[in-house]
């Protein structure tokens, strides 16, 4: 049986149920491949860093993703729950939830469309590329030896182009429908916790605001809100009023709102002065023709730094501002962990078109983020300060104060590559003893290199 470090065992076991034993090899070899693989994270590039290791034909690998029987959903249940154990049990749990759009090629590919480039977009151009859209759901954790909170992924959903939903005979979905969706799943599998749901407009929408007032007792939204919402007062002792009378948009009722100057916790875990105004409404919707009760905190820009204004509410009105607008800024760490997924896992370097490969590959991708954290906080405090003196993406010019992603894959890697990978097969059995009769500084450059984060 393959060997894999301790630390990442007890997600191993965790993951077992959810295969067959022949399957559950299977991915456990590919998923190490995966790790330790550099460049593009194609099946066949994993399956030649581990080919010591495979037992059988090289295609039944390949029909992990395509062929297997396994579930998604079970999958990553076993995951969030590895993750949900390390968050404390009386406080909530904070969700952090956004779009992506994942570049795919080619005229086979299942599900491609047509989606908004976030990165070459601007209010006045509008760039478009073909790919999937994946809408993820992160849990925001602390980990050890680390100020600033990661966020880990633990659901995906795909938002599926029209024309593929006709032809699969379904409806399609909007990324706040797939966000309420997979809120659902999670409220379910926790039913004695509490959730902050932290989203921008275009993953929360109006609706999503509904469903989560509906359900205020359990979870709480921050949001972004336009500058024109339509905002009501309480309705009067009237039957069957749902609002009062009409309120000026934020935007006309911040000039005459006392304004309050604070220093919050911003983004990049540093600090900002800033100027806020807040107030209460019911924020009513045309299209579904419900109110919402909110609390709505306008951060007024800076002339010298050209900054506009920015408007953010919550569904709980009595959270105070300064919470509101420093929970919105930790929404931030789910860029970082789409801009790491990409530099470090090769997200968009995968080469699958089916359907099944399609709806399984980027989320195991996401999921490995999460399985690397996990693994990396079942560590030893010696393993860590080990990384620690050997972080490879510090320089002379670059220095680090504390471990980032880069460092956890790093200290992964070594693991691996000393525990399995560089154990060699002689007549059969595994002999690792020509590794350690190589000198020290030799081995300990081998391991570097091989270990470093791409």
Same mark, same amino acid.
């Given at each position: 049986?393959?060997?894999?470090?301790?630390?990442?065992?007890?997600?191993? #076991?965790? =993951?077992?149920?959810?295969?067959?034993?022949?399957?559950?090899?299977?991915?456990?070899?590919?998923?190490?491949?995966?790790?330790?693989?550099?460049?593009?994270? +194609?099946?066949?590039?994993? =399956?030649?860093?581990? #080919?010591? !290791?495979?037992?059988?034909?090289?295609?039944?690998? !390949?029909?992990?993703?395509?062929?297997? $029987?396994?579930?998604?959903?079970?999958?990553?249940?076993?995951?969030?729950?590895?993750?949900?154990?390390?968050?404390?049990?009386?406080?909530?749990?904070?969700?952090?939830?956004?779009?992506?759009?994942?570049? %795919?090629?080619? %005229?086979?590919?299942?599900?491609?469309?047509? !989606?908004?480039?976030?990165?070459?977009?601007? $209010?006045?151009?509008?760039?478009? +590329?073909?790919?999937?859209?994946?809408?993820?759901?992160? &849990?925001?954790?602390?980990?050890?030896?680390?100020?600033?909170?990661?966020?880990?992924?633990?659901?995906?959903?795909?938002?599926?182009?029209? %024309?593929?939903?006709?032809?699969?005979?379904?409806?399609?979905?909007?990324?706040?429908?797939?966000?309420?969706?997979?809120?659902?799943?999670?409220?379910?599998?926790?039913?004695?916790?509490?959730?902050?749901?932290?989203?921008?407009?275009?993953?929360?929408?109006?609706?999503?605001?509904?469903?989560?007032?509906? !359900?205020?007792?359990?979870?709480?939204?921050?949001?972004?809100?336009?500058?024109?919402?339509?905002?009501?007062?309480?309705?009067?002792?009237?039957?069957?009023?749902?609002?009062?009378?009409?309120?000026?948009?934020?935007?006309?009722?911040?000039?005459?709102?006392?304004?309050?100057?604070?220093?919050?916790?911003?983004?990049?875990?540093?600090?900002?002065?800033?100027?806020?105004?807040?107030?209460?409404?019911?924020?009513?919707?045309?299209?579904?023709?419900?109110?919402?009760?909110?609390?709505?905190?306008? &951060?007024? @820009?800076?002339?010298?730094?050209?900054? #506009?204004?920015?408007?953010?509410?919550?569904?709980?009105?009595?959270?105070?501002?300064?919470?509101?607008?420093?929970?919105?800024?930790?929404?931030?760490?789910?860029?970082?962990?789409? #801009?790491?997924?990409?530099?470090?896992?090769?997200?968009?370097?995968?080469?699958?078109?089916?359907?099944?490969?399609?709806?399984?590959?980027?989320?195991?991708?996401? @999921?490995?983020?999460?399985?690397?954290?996990?693994?990396?906080?079942?560590?030893?405090?010696?393993?860590?300060?080990?990384? %620690?003196?050997?972080?490879?993406?510090?320089?002379?010019?670059?220095?680090?104060?504390?471990?980032?992603?880069?460092?956890?894959?790093?200290?992964?890697?070594?693991?691996?590559?000393?525990?399995?990978?560089?154990?060699?097969?002689?007549?059969?059995?595994?002999?690792?003893?020509?590794?350690?009769?190589?000198?020290?500084?030799?081995?300990?450059?081998?391991?570097?290199?091989?270990?470093?984060?791409?």
């Amino acid at each position: 049986m393959f060997r894999i470090p301790t630390a990442a065992e007890p997600l191993a #076991e965790s =993951l077992r149920d959810v295969f067959t034993r022949p399957t559950f090899d299977r991915f456990l070899l590919l998923v190490c491949g995966v790790i330790v693989t550099m460049g593009r994270r +194609t099946v066949s590039r994993a =399956l030649r860093v581990i #080919e010591p !290791h495979l037992d059988g034909h090289w295609c039944n690998y !390949h029909r992990v993703y395509s062929q297997a $029987r396994f579930s998604m959903w079970k999958l990553a249940a076993a995951v969030v729950r590895q993750v949900v154990a390390m968050l404390p049990e009386g406080e909530p749990i904070v969700l952090i939830v956004d779009d992506t759009v994942q570049r %795919k090629w080619g %005229k086979r590919v299942w599900a491609k469309g047509a !989606h908004r480039d976030a990165k070459r977009s601007s $209010r006045s151009r509008l760039s478009t +590329t073909f790919g999937h859209k994946w809408l993820v759901l992160c &849990v925001l954790v602390k980990l050890p030896a680390i100020s600033r909170p990661w966020a880990l992924p633990v659901l995906c959903g795909l938002c599926r182009p029209k %024309k593929t939903a006709r032809k699969t005979s379904q409806r399609p979905k909007s990324a706040s429908q797939i966000s309420r969706q997979l809120l659902i799943r999670l409220m379910r599998w926790f039913p004695g916790r509490r959730f902050i749901l932290l989203g921008d407009a275009r993953a929360v929408s109006h609706e999503v605001a509904h469903f989560i007032q509906q !359900h205020r007792d359990r979870i709480t939204l921050v949001s972004r809100l336009r500058s024109d919402a339509n905002l009501y007062d309480p309705p009067r002792r009237r039957r069957g009023a749902r609002k009062g009378r009409k309120k000026p948009s934020p935007r006309n009722q911040v000039k005459a709102l006392t304004h309050s100057t604070d220093t919050v916790a911003w983004y990049g875990s540093g600090e900002r002065k800033i100027r806020y105004a807040s107030d209460t409404g019911l924020w009513y919707s045309t299209c579904d023709l419900r109110v919402v009760p909110i609390r709505w905190v306008c &951060v007024r @820009g800076n002339p010298k730094l050209r900054s #506009e204004d920015a408007y953010f509410y919550s569904t709980d009105q009595a959270m105070p501002a300064r919470r509101i607008i420093e929970l919105y800024a930790l929404r931030w760490n789910i860029e970082v962990t789409f #801009e790491e997924s990409r530099a470090l896992l090769g997200l968009e370097t995968t080469r699958h078109w089916c359907r099944q490969s399609v709806l399984r590959v980027t989320p195991i991708l996401f @999921g490995l983020f999460t399985s690397i954290a996990l693994v990396w906080s079942e560590m030893s405090p010696a393993q860590r300060a080990q990384a %620690k003196r050997q972080r490879l993406s510090q320089t002379p010019c670059y220095q680090k104060r504390e471990p980032t992603f880069s460092d956890a894959l790093y200290l992964v890697r070594q693991q691996l590559w000393e525990t399995s990978l560089l154990q060699g097969r002689v007549s059969g059995r595994v002999n690792g003893s020509w590794l350690q009769e190589l000198p020290q500084p030799i081995r300990s450059q081998i391991i570097w290199h091989l270990s470093a984060a791409a």
